[in-house]
């Protein structure tokens, strides 16, 4: 079935209601149903055939989800860009998905101004803010010619809908190619484990160019619900939203959840409508979950996904046990293993490869024959993050296979140590990497943030660890930012770890405005009382010299590990 057949069936089943609310204005599912078939006339007008791409590179708007249902409607395969992406990634995702025409905003312009005219398959911009021009075209412009009603494309269940470029640890994006089949699948058994009631508000926040936004529009369809859009994570604008809407649930990343907790007035607003909260794209720290709900209410929740599972894998239930630590079940439909190294199953209890199979599994990697056989073996995705199941089925995120860290010929995974710096009471955000020893092959580094106004040296960090954890385990160096409210205005609309995209840059060897070595060892296999201790940001803080080493490990996108990647 063609994804468009879900809006149908919605409009069918429900009838005209408020589907969307976006900053001081709501829309019907009408209303959005129209604006995406006047926008699929223009595509098929600027000859956007069955099959091609479209590109969309936008924040969070009601365009975005017009843009969706209207390159559906026309045949097309949408190629979500999540509009933070420099312009050389962006450069080689127009090339590679081979996109004839991009929708984007005149602020992201001179992201592919070098490619305009130049890249042959890139035919036509559309602009939503602004003017034609000789090289532009008018959103507004163009749809106010047409009519609200167009036949839409039948398309099989097979046929590609998305391209999603995900980096994960490779570093160069790969597109991920879904069909119209994983997406439905994936929506449908979502739906199934909806347990509020359709007329309530949620809260959406998380981007609509990642996959999960795909598959909160898809299962909206199916299930009539109501959401209150923010075009990026703001604390105060979340809470803001709850308590207009009066929201019962809402979607987002540790991180979002993290600084609501730590926000100073959150005090001043109403949440006690809402019943769930879930949490994925990385993992939960269990040390946030009690004193989360006790402030804001409703349950913290904590699924898994990835990209190339379109994306949900696992889920709590509101009504159902929920257990601290665990992503949850497999969703209908969906088979989880546990696999060794030579891919032989392992029984319950024991650490291996999560690997998933089901209707929700990609088609592969967009023309990239090699990278799909390596991942898909024997029907399995293979996901390489690190896991188990318990006796009831439970899924426990345990580590990326690329993030495990061996000291000494013992396995150290990151998350353990991490729940270990969460417990520290002057910690807000933390982050454990990997950094290359000469004598122990591996050291364990930590990044922290720390809570405004806190102040604590290395020692004390590396000494609380000490009493939670092996001393094996526990960093030997650490390096902290200047405070959670710095961190917080330097942090993408995403949402993403300041902490964690610290860590990315220093195993890159890259230079960070958030981080300033002030006293370093003498070598990085140094005894532990001197560690690496950073205060106040540089702009250009020195990189690693000849000897130090360097960090090992330990790359994330958005989307990756825990919950939704």
């Known amino acids: ?127 939503v803010d602004g003017a034609a021009d000789e090289r532009t075209l008018s959103f507004p412009e163009e749809v106010a010619r047409e009519a609200d009603r167009v036949s839409a494309v039948e398309r ?69 619900t109501r959401g209150a859009l923010l075009r990026w994570f703001s604390p105060e604008e979340v809470l803001k939203t709850i308590q207009e809407f009066k929201a019962v649930a809402m979607s987002g990343v540790p991180t979002m959840f993290v600084y609501l907790l730590n926000y100073r007035d959150a005090s001043r607003y109403d949440t006690s409508s809402m019943r769930v909260w879930g949490s994925g794209a990385a993992p939960l720290p269990v040390e946030i979950v009690e004193p989360f709900e006790k402030k804001f209410g409703g349950k913290l929740m904590e699924g898994y996904g990835l990209t190339e599972a379109s994306p949900v894998v696992s889920a709590h239930r509101l009504s159902g046990i929920r257990k601290l630590g665990s992503v949850g079940q497999p969703i209908p439909g969906v088979q989880v293993s546990i696999q060794a190294p030579d891919d032989r199953p392992l029984p319950v209890g024991e650490v291996g490869e999560v690997c998933v199979k089901g209707p929700n599994v990609m088609v592969g990697y967009y023309q990239n024959p090699e990278e799909t056989a390596r991942t898909v073996r024997h029907g399995w995705l293979h996901t390489g993050d690190m896991g188990r199941l318990d006796g009831d089925g439970f899924l426990y995120i345990v580590e990326r296979k690329k993030d495990l860290v061996i000291r000494g010929g ?107 070595p002030l006293v370093r060892h003498a070598g990085w296999h140094a005894p532990p009382a001197r560690a690496l201790v950073t205060t106040e940001p540089a702009c250009n803080p020195p990189r690693l010299r000849k000897g130090e080493g360097r960090v090992k490990g330990r790359l994330r996108s958005l989307p990756r590990t825990r919950g939704v990647r």
Not at 52 to 57: E, I, L, S
Not at 179 to 193: C, F, I, K
């Open 1 to 127: 079935m063609s994804l468009t057949r879900l809006a149908e069936e919605s409009l069918q089943k429900y009838g005209e209601y408020v589907a969307l609310a976006f900053e001081g204005r709501q829309f019907s599912n009408v209303d959005q149903d129209r604006a995406a078939s006047r926008l699929a006339r223009v595509l098929k007008r600027l000859e956007v055939d069955p099959g091609d791409r479209v590109m969309v590179m936008l924040p969070n708007c009601p365009e975005v989800i017009q843009c969706y249902g209207a390159i559906l409607k026309a045949g097309g395969v949408i190629v979500p860009v999540i509009f933070l992406l420099g312009d050389k990634e962006v450069a080689h995702i127009l090339a590679d998905s081979e996109a004839k025409v991009l929708i984007t905003s005149s602020d992201m312009l001179w992201k592919v101004e070098g490619q305009i005219g130049v890249l042959p398959t890139l035919r036509h911009v559309l602009l």
């Open 156 to 224: 099989r269940d097979e046929d590609l809908a998305v391209i999603l470029y995900t980096s994960g640890t490779t570093g160069v994006p790969k597109g991920v190619a879904l069909s119209h089949a994983n997406l439905e699948s994936n929506a449908r058994s979502a739906a199934q484990l909806y347990e509020l009631d359709r007329e309530d508000w949620g809260v959406a926040v998380l981007p609509l160019s990642h996959s999960y936004g795909l598959t909160v529009m898809n299962a909206g369809n199916l299930l009539g």
């Open 410 to 516: 013992f396995n150290i995974y990151p998350r353990e140590v991490e729940e270990a710096l969460y417990a520290f009471p002057k910690v807000v955000e933390a982050a454990v990497v990997g950094m290359a020893d000469p004598l122990m092959g591996e050291e364990v580094l930590a990044f922290v943030v720390l809570k405004d106004g806190a102040t604590a040296t290395a020692e004390e960090v590396i000494a609380f660890c000490q009493s939670r954890l092996a001393r094996f385990k526990c960093p030997k160096s650490s390096a902290r930012s200047r405070s959670a409210s710095w961190t917080r205005s330097r942090r993408a609309p995403s949402g993403r770890s300041c902490a964690r995209s610290c860590a990315r840059r220093r195993e890159r060897g890259d230079p960070d405005p958030c981080w300033k």
